[in-house]
């Protein structure tokens, strides 16, 4: 688990409890904590001189920034209600953004999609990345933490957060703890990523405490969701695969490995209406909704195999009048 981070704001003791009520209540993602670590970076830099969550700072906070995608924006509303309502709930004079404040739908976003041949250039950049004194792992790290986020579908968070003891490397099985929802769950590898865990385990001489990273930071914790970002763009832009505001970002992979398996089984011939819950479950998803979306997007980018796919899937993706909406 994460330690709490150093904090500096005016308001830090009550993020730092607010952090500690969160992990009480079983949320172990590390999201958390940057989310909270990076408001109170604003709040010590804010002219706005506070030690309370006033109706200013959190309109202050959550003000729309250039170049910002509307679900990042969103999220930081998120962030501030719910630290907002947890005060209150405190008996804490606090304000709380309205519900609405900001909400987009939920499925209705179009996630940005490698082609295959972009994801063979990507881990290639990936693989020539430079040994750095002061990350002296990071050429080893890298590459198998995103080819894991790849070809397993995962969160960063989920892949950062592994520890040894969540890499079974007999089995080939991840364990996942406490990822989104707060769901744990077991993820099975394929045989050529559970041999390259393998060659990395050896590499980064992997053994004894399995309570230690399995991807360590220099520091010998986690990776810091912003640090990975910041190589994945780097190695994005060695690959020369352009960037817009749409993406691609790092969760890019895990929609990448989701359509291309959607696009492998129907070329295939697969029944989908039956592989489409195994999808789900596997990716972690809350519902079925989350895995329909990833099967429209198919259909919709490669209309060359919708036929193949759409055969017992009417009930996801039906016919309409053209007066219909």
Request: overall charge positive.
């Amino acid at each position: 688990m994460n330690k709490i981070p150093v904090l500096t704001s005016p308001l830090r003791n009550l993020l730092e409890q607010y952090i500690e009520y969160k992990r009480m209540c079983g949320y172990k993602s590390p999201t958390i904590t940057e989310d909270i670590r990076q408001f109170d970076v604003f709040v010590t830099k804010s002219p706005i001189a506070t030690n309370q969550l006033t109706k200013e700072l959190s309109l202050s906070y959550i003000t729309h920034r250039p170049g910002e995608k509307k679900s990042t924006q969103a999220h930081r509303v998120s962030t501030l209600r719910c630290l907002g309502k947890y005060l209150v709930r405190c008996g804490i004079d606090a304000y709380v953004l309205p519900n609405g404040s900001l909400s987009i739908a939920r499925y209705d976003f179009v996630p940005c999609v490698f082609s295959t041949d972009e994801i063979a250039r990507f881990m290639r950049a990936v693989d020539s990345l430079p040994h750095r004194a002061n990350s002296p792992n990071r050429h080893i790290i890298m590459p198998m933490m995103f080819r894991l986020i790849y070809s397993c579908g995962l969160r960063l968070s989920e892949a950062s957060g592994l520890l040894l003891e969540d890499v079974d490397l007999q089995t080939g099985v991840l364990f996942i703890r406490g990822a989104k929802f707060n769901k744990d769950r077991y993820v099975p590898m394929s045989q050529s990523i559970l041999q390259r865990c393998r060659v990395y385990s050896i590499q980064m001489n992997k053994a004894g405490n399995g309570k230690t990273p399995f991807f360590p930071s220099p520091s010998g914790g986690f990776y810091r969701n912003s640090s990975v970002g910041e190589i994945f763009h780097q190695c994005r832009a060695m690959a020369g695969i352009p960037h817009t505001d749409d993406g691609p970002t790092i969760h890019s992979l895990r929609h990448s490995w989701a359509v291309h398996n959607l696009m492998r089984w129907g070329a295939e011939n697969r029944d989908v209406n039956v592989l489409l819950p195994y999808l789900s479950a596997y990716m972690g998803h809350e519902n079925l909704l989350g895995s329909e979306r990833y099967l429209r997007m198919t259909m919709e980018m490669f209309p060359e195999i919708k036929s193949k796919i759409s055969t017992g899937c009417a009930w996801i993706m039906p016919e309409v009048d053209c007066n219909e909406d």
